[in-house]
Structure formats: structure tokens, C-alpha cells
């Protein structure tokens, strides 16, 4: 074999990789069937596409560290890909308790930083998370989710809201032994995913599965209790030890224009919410939406909707100040908007609502230059010679929401410190008064992962204020008991059983085996920490389960790389 040329061997090239860039479509209904009623848009991956996308990440971890949660998504993905949906289910629940509804309407702040997104499109993370809890019973979702015990700490908490970061802090509080009190305005929980979400984004049966899971760790939920009207704020004060304040944004801001007071200008709010209330509205025959985000979308599409229902054909036209490609709106909802028939005329300022007698007949808009002045604050700039007429019997004002906190009283009022309208809190959430906190959108704007995230963060906060981490510092004497144990009795190398190597295997084998004792190790972690009450030592077991899972996947890269360069 002297003297002879041998041609080089795979090199990857514009048209060829290792990676699939492409990621696995996700059915959806068509746009002319779909309009016509308000059933789910998205149809979910079937288990080989979903493995198939499972296969795709690289775990490289960005998304983690992206995610305002920062969701577990590469130990959840690694466990899809290995058809394990117990495994996947479980590590969703480390940091999102809901994860119904954030596989379908997560902004997915992850995918934005997934590697593989840099060459090609980024693996779906948000519909894989989707297809984990799709595949499991309510049943078996709540008995990996429950798992483990914990004991009473003492602590009574209460939590004004039932929105996502109102009950992610309670779910966090309730699994730390804290008795908690959620007490809700409305006849059910959910707050703005429930009232202020379409159907066809997020049906009612998926939130109900996540709440029921969240109940079920022994939250105490009061709904048609207002605080103020029903119970006063005092007594609530007086009965917990401490108070959360969760009640989200549900007064609608007004563009404030010459007619804006018609009885047919409608908050966007205030109808989506009588719709998801099951209430029959009558079907506009021209509809103007302002607003260029995802509230505005919803009751664009919502009322497109209608409209079929009622006359087979859709009218309706949303119009915003930003330019098309500055759009609030996830890119997914303008595109499926524009599929369905909305309209949309993008750099347009409301002007003034335009009557005929009692009837409203319209909307004037002017040319938008520009939104923020030069120090950034919101003064939009008009071409006041630039005018359309819009014709409408409905106008919906969609540009955004405030807080409503008239419950709490002048005088907690006047002792909180606010900035600019908002309640002034510390990164934990806590408001100028030692018992007082606040979070989610109350605080940070409207978002269900960033007020997930909100809701992990006061939890531990007021964990922490009230003594509860400190109670339990008893479990690190119990640790200590159990290093003292003489070491050839706690071997856990004795526990992990592999096939032998032989006299002389190759670097192939050798892998393999090493690959054989991390997976093995991480199931005997695992399994440790599923029998362990919640607690330091099973975050210690979960801590190590992940640690070994991350050498295998350091070894698999070992192992790919020399098979893929000839070792074995």
C-alpha cells in the first residue's frame, strides 16, 4: 500500500453536515379551516418527529442560560430523544410548574440562543416541551410532579392573584412546607392566561392540567374573593405572615383621542376576556384593532373569527405606530394573523374617532416619523398632512395595560415607594414594606416566563426572610452522619453493574463502557433523589443525577469524534 494516494475522507461542506439544520415541521391547521372556530391552531410533533427534533440539539446548554426560568431544556430534550417522557417530565417540573402552557405560548427566549439557530434553525424547544406533556396522563404528570414530602414550616403566606407568577411562587412556597392562601377576583384561576389568551393559543383543558397539579402540593385557592369589596386588605395583612401581590395588568390604557369615549371603542381586554367567559358578541361588520403586540393580534383574530362565523368573510384591520419590522407581536402570530385574512397597516398614530349622528363611523390615523423623542421617552412624532380614513363600527384600543391596586388603602399606598407609576421593588420583589411583595406583570410588564421566573425568585426570598431555608439546616448535621460512615461501606461504584472490558479492548469499548457507568450512575442518582423528601439532600441527588448525564455527554463527543476519524 506503499506509494499509493488514498482520497480524503468526509469533509463537511456548504451542502453537507453532521447537524441537521432543518427542524422537523410542526402540523398546524390550515388557515381556511381554522377561522372558523376557535379550536387549537398547532397540532403538536408525533413521537418520531419529536425524537427526530430531540436529536438535533447539541447540548450546548445557551438555551438554559437564556431562559429567564432557566428551564432544564437539554436534560429534557436528552431524555425525549431517549424516549424517556417520565425523565423529561420531571425535569420540566424542576423549574416550570406550568409547563402546559408554556409549550404553547412561551415566547421562547431559548430558541433565540439555541447554537444551532447561528447555522440553521433552531431546535424547537418549546413545541418539544409541548409533546413531553402531551404524552403523559394528568395522572402520572401529578405523580412525578408530587414526588417526594416535605414538612410544615409554620409559615402562612397569601398571594393576591392567580397568575402565572402568583402561583409559580405559590407552588414554590407550598413544596417548602409553607401554608399558602391564594385568593382570585375571578370564578377561576389562571389570571390573563386563562381570560386573556384565545383558545385557539391555549386551551382552558391544558391550563387546568397545569393548576390542578399546582393544587395538588396543597395551595388553599379562594376564587370570586376580592380583595377590598369582599375581604379587606387589613385582614389579610393581619392573618399571614407575609403577603404576595400577583394581580397582574387588567385596566387597559386609552389612546385617549377625540371619540375614544363611544360606547363602540371596546378595550382589547375587556373583550377577549368576555369571550373566553363564553359571552356572544355581535359580529362587527368592519373592525379596527390598534395595537401592534400579541394583545392586539388575539382580538384581531379573535374577531376575524366572528366575522366568518357570522358572513364567511373577514374585515378586519390593525393598526400600530411601529413599522412593520419593529412589530411587539411574535413574527409566528403577525404571519397567522395575515394567513387569516387581518389586514395590517403598520406606522400609523390613532387621530380621532369619527361618528355619523350616534353611530361610530370610523378612525382617522396620521403617519407615525417617529415614537421615542431623543432622551427615549414616548412622544410619537406625526405627519399631520399624511391622514386615511378607516372605516369601523368597532374600534378596539389594544396599547397595553395598567395595574389596578385601589384594594390596598391609602395609607399602605402612601408607605410604598413607586417609580414611575409601577410599585418600586428589589430584585427579590420586595416593596419598601418588611411584609410586603410583589411580582410578575404587576411589576415587570406582561410575560408568563418572565413572571414564572418572578415568581421562583420572591419565593425563595421570602423563604429565606421568613426562616424556612434556616429550619432546615438540621438535614447538614444528618449529612455529616453520613460521611462519618467508614468508607468501604458507601462505595457507589459497588451499585453500578457494566459489562467487563476484557484483556485488550479498544477505544471503542472503552468508551462504551465508561458511557455504561455515567448513565448508570445517573439512574441510581435519579432514583435516590425520586425517594428523598424535598430538601437539600435531593438537591443534592438531582445535582449529581445531571452531573453524570453532563460527563456522558462529554464522553459521546469523545466517542463520535474518534469513530468519525477512524480510532476504532
Not at 401 to 421: D, N
Not at 507 to 514: E, F, G, N, S
Request: with cysteine.
Amino acid at each position: 500500500m506503499h506509494h499509493r494516494a488514498f482520497p480524503p475522507g468526509w469533509n463537511k461542506g456548504p451542502d453537507n453536515d453532521l447537524l441537521d439544520l432543518v427542524r422537523q415541521p410542526m402540523p398546524e391547521r390550515e388557515p381556511a379551516r381554522r377561522i372558523r372556530d376557535f379550536k387549537e391552531i398547532v397540532t403538536g410533533f408525533d413521537p418520531q418527529g419529536a425524537r427526530v427534533e430531540a436529536s438535533r440539539c447539541i447540548q450546548c446548554g445557551l438555551c438554559h442560560e437564556s431562559c429567564p426560568a432557566h428551564m432544564h431544556a437539554p436534560e429534557y430534550i436528552r431524555a425525549i430523544g431517549m424516549g424517556d417522557l417520565d425523565e423529561a417530565v420531571r425535569q420540566i417540573y424542576r423549574t416550570n410548574p406550568f409547563p402546559h402552557v408554556c409549550g404553547r405560548v412561551c415566547t421562547h427566549r431559548c430558541e433565540s440562543a439555541c447554537a444551532i439557530g447561528r447555522r440553521g434553525e433552531p431546535v424547537a424547544i418549546r413545541w418539544l416541551k409541548r409533546f413531553a406533556m402531551d404524552q403523559l396522563s394528568p395522572e402520572r404528570v401529578r405523580s412525578i410532579a408530587l414526588a417526594g414530602q416535605t414538612l410544615p414550616s409554620g409559615r402562612r403566606v397569601a398571594i393576591i392573584g392567580s397568575g402565572p407568577g402568583g402561583l409559580t411562587a405559590a407552588w414554590d412556597l407550598a413544596r417548602a412546607g409553607c401554608a399558602v392562601t391564594v385568593f382570585e377576583a375571578n370564578d377561576r384561576p389562571g389570571g390573563m392566561m386563562r381570560h386573556g389568551i384565545p383558545a385557539y393559543r391555549l386551551p382552558a383543558a391544558r391550563l387546568d392540567d397545569d393548576i390542578a397539579v399546582i393544587i395538588a402540593a396543597g395551595v388553599d385557592l379562594r376564587c370570586t374573593t376580592r380583595i377590598g369589596p369582599d375581604l379587606p386588605f387589613e385582614d389579610v395583612r393581619r392573618a399571614f405572615d407575609c403577603v404576595i401581590l400577583a394581580t397582574g395588568l387588567w385596566r387597559s390604557r386609552s389612546t385617549r383621542i377625540p371619540g375614544a369615549d363611544h360606547p363602540q371603542v371596546h378595550s382589547s381586554i375587556d373583550l377577549l376576556r368576555r369571550l373566553r367567559a363564553g359571552e356572544t358578541l355581535a359580529p362587527p361588520r368592519w373592525a379596527v384593532v390598534i395595537g401592534g403586540g400579541n394583545v392586539a393580534m388575539d382580538i384581531a383574530r379573535s374577531l376575524a373569527r366572528i366575522q366568518m362565523a357570522a358572513s364567511g368573510s373577514v374585515a378586519v384591520l390593525l393598526t400600530c405606530l411601529e413599522e412593520r419590522g419593529h412589530m411587539l407581536a411574535d413574527a409566528d402570530e403577525i404571519r397567522e394573523a395575515e394567513e387569516e385574512g387581518v389586514h395590517l397597516l403598520a406606522g400609523r398614530g390613532p387621530k380621532r374617532i369619527l361618528t355619523e349622528g350616534d353611530a361610530l363611523s370610523g378612525l382617522k390615523t396620521v403617519r407615525c416619523l417617529s415614537i421615542f423623542d431623543a432622551s427615549g421617552r414616548f412622544h410619537p412624532c406625526y405627519n399631520e398632512n399624511d391622514t386615511l380614513f378607516h372605516p369601523a363600527d368597532l374600534v378596539v384600543e389594544a396599547i397595553g395595560q395598567t395595574s389596578e391596586l385601589g384594594f390596598l388603602g391609602p395609607e399602605v399606598t402612601e408607605a410604598l415607594e413607586w417609580r414611575e407609576g409601577r410599585l418600586d421593588v428589589d430584585a427579590s420583589g420586595r416593596t419598601s414594606l418588611p411584609w410586603l411583595w410583589a411580582l410578575g406583570d404587576l411589576v415587570e410588564g406582561p410575560d408568563v416566563i418572565h413572571a414564572i421566573a418572578a415568581g421562583h425568585r420572591t419565593a425563595r426570598a421570602v423563604m429565606e426572610n421568613e426562616g424556612v431555608m434556616a429550619e432546615r439546616e438540621h438535614v447538614h448535621d444528618h449529612i455529616r452522619d453520613l460521611i462519618a460512615v467508614p468508607v468501604s461501606d458507601h462505595k457507589f461504584s459497588n451499585y453500578i453493574h457494566t459489562l467487563e472490558l476484557g484483556e485488550s479492548p479498544d477505544d471503542q469499548a472503552i468508551l462504551q463502557y465508561a458511557l455504561g457507568r455515567e448513565q448508570t450512575a445517573h439512574e441510581h442518582y435519579a432514583a435516590l433523589a425520586e425517594t428523598t423528601p424535598i430538601g437539600p439532600i435531593r438537591d443534592l441527588f438531582r445535582y449529581l443525577a445531571d452531573e453524570e448525564l453532563r460527563h456522558k455527554g462529554e464522553l459521546e463527543k469523545m466517542y463520535y469524534a474518534i469513530v468519525h476519524r477512524g480510532g476504532v
